[in-house]
């Protein structure tokens, strides 16, 4: 298994600004994720978190509203850019192990915006 | 994304009772996963099955998979208070891509 850890794990932030995640592995993973959860709602997956290249954004996500970057296997950040009340949500970053087809998440980071 | 669907979406038992969580989806798959998240933190993964696969046990946890009815089931035996979280399914449906379904909000009453 693996343990990931995120920061921070809550913010309060005002329209406008803008908010640095990051997501921290402790073992060797292949594939790393960030997904979206509303409130009250499921997961949504942002995008797939690239080493060294740009990260694979879904359907509905752009790379100037959520700018990703994963510089080494076991680190990634995910930055919400000009934030509006909308973008209140837990983020979630996940990781897979080589060959595990397990995706492990993170504790989320609890995001509001006034 | 073609997200499932979860019913129900609310589930509340008495403890010491069995819990039974159903999933359907719309696409063809490589796996199933069940994960468990209590009051909006991070999800914990319990049971991943296989496509290929029909039935699967961890300790009070049988998951069965049907595929050619595109449907999972998730059952907790013997439900104990910290069983009450939401459970979520999520399809791999290729590049190890998860789509959840909506979940099921479980409440297990003393």
């Known amino acids: 298994s693996a343990v990931i850890s995120q920061k921070p794990s809550r913010d309060i932030c005002q329209r406008g600004t803008s908010l640095t995640i990051q997501c921290q592995v402790d073992?060797?993973?292949?594939?790393m994720f960030w997904y979206r959860q509303q409130p009250g709602q499921s997961l949504t997956l942002i995008a797939t978190?690239?080493?060294?290249?740009?990260?694979?954004?879904e359907s509905g996500f752009v790379i100037d509203k959520f700018p990703i970057s994963r510089p080494n296997l076991t680190f990634s950040t995910l930055t919400v850019s000009n934030m509006s009340p909308e973008d209140s949500s837990i983020y979630l970053c996940?990781?897979?192990?080589?060959?595990?087809?397990?995706?492990?998440f993170g504790p989320g980071t609890r995001l509001t915006v006034l | 994304s073609q997200q499932g669907e979860e019913d129900p979406q609310a589930l509340s038992i008495q403890e010491g009772e069995n819990a039974t969580m159903n999933c359907s989806y719309k696409?063809?798959?490589?796996?199933l996963q069940w994960y468990r998240q209590n009051s909006g933190r991070g999800l914990v993964h319990l049971i991943l099955?296989?496509?290929?696969?029909r039935e699967k046990h961890s300790g009070r946890l049988r998951v069965t998979l049907d595929t050619s009815k595109k449907s999972s089931s998730l059952l907790i035996t013997a439900s104990r208070a910290a069983d009450t979280a939401s459970y979520f399914c999520?399809?791999?449906?290729?590049?190890?891509?998860?789509?959840f379904g909506q979940g099921t909000r479980l409440t297990i009453n003393p």
């Open positions: 996940s990781a897979e192990l080589a060959g595990a087809y397990t995706q492990y």
């Open positions: 999520a399809t791999d449906q290729g590049a190890q891509k998860l789509v």
């Open positions: 073992s060797q993973v292949t594939m």
């Open positions: 696409t063809s798959i490589n796996n």
């Open positions: 099955i296989r496509s290929n696969e």
């Open positions: 978190a690239n080493q060294g290249s740009e990260a694979t954004y």
